[in-house]
């Protein structure tokens, strides 16, 4: 039999070890981490533009796997509708905050003339911010299918799947691009119906909490007494007695939640906990389920030793909408 042992030469000899693949997710671990936090809790500027790029790079990634499965999405119009999308959302949250700060006032200037409110809501104002933003999003949906429309026209023959190409398109805006604007809707709140809309790092933060507390509560508890297969095909390491584990876990962190967030109610907590335990093991399957349909291992390489940023956000995707709707819907 052959050595197939690599001789040793000087170039060999002298080559330096690098740093070991642990060693590389930790340090990008807590690099991500930090930047993370820290855009979070400075400020909504930071925590906007730190999620708007988050969102680009990961729709980024999505429409790569869709190429690499053989798809032909608009990549660039597709990331640019998305941030128009963030940016609009955004500008939503902040000029509700300015009525809301305006009905807190005695008196709110229209031209030369002082009108008094009386400290009241500014409903009409509200609707008009709610009614420009829908009708903000509505347009850009629209011109962006016939943008699409136009440049598979003037791609065809050359790609044979036009509408397919469409729908990949829109598909990574709505999987994607949708729920991380949706984080917004989460980090502004008022406790009182006339209180100012204001912009809360804890809810960012509890959420941080509720979705690394699933995630490790089922890592645990899978490694410890993992014997019954979740969902075999799509990700054989995860099972039923680690999804139990992440939800206990998950529901213990939403209680203690209540000391770092004592003005939200502990049925809140709990109910939020509960939507985190739940979806963000679902959205995590759904990542790896679109993997293997277009056979990638990762979504990218931005974060040596832990894939793309659809890998580690991906827990989001579906727990977003969830708590978005809950909260429009709470008040």
Known sequence: MADSTIPVTPETAAAPAGPSNLRLRIIYGLIGAAMLLGSV????????????AVQAVMLWEFYRMMRAGGYVPATWIGVGASTLLFAII????????YWHAQANNTYVQIGKTSVPVGGGALPEQQMVVVGW???AIGTILLILFLVLVLREIFLWPHSTTPFVNIATTFGGIFYVGVPIALLQVIAYTQRYSTDLLHYDYRRIFALLFLIWASDIGAYA??????KHKMAPKISPGKTWEGWAGGFILTLVVG???????????LTHRLMAAGVVAVFAPLGDLAE???????????SGSIMPGHGGLLDRFDAFLLVLP???LLQLLAG
């Open 322 to 324: 969830v708590l978005a």
């Open 255 to 265: 209680w203690a939640l209540g000391f770092m967030l004592p003005d939200m109610p």
């Open 288 to 298: 790896s389920m679109l993997k293997r349909s277009v056979g990638v291992k990762d």
């Open 41 to 52: 809790w400075f400020s909504p500027w930071t925590f906007g533009l730190f999620f708007a």
């Open 133 to 135: 933003a829908l009708s």
């Open 90 to 97: 955004h500008m939503w949250q902040g000029l509700t905050q």
């Open 221 to 226: 508890a899978g490694k410890t007494f993992g």
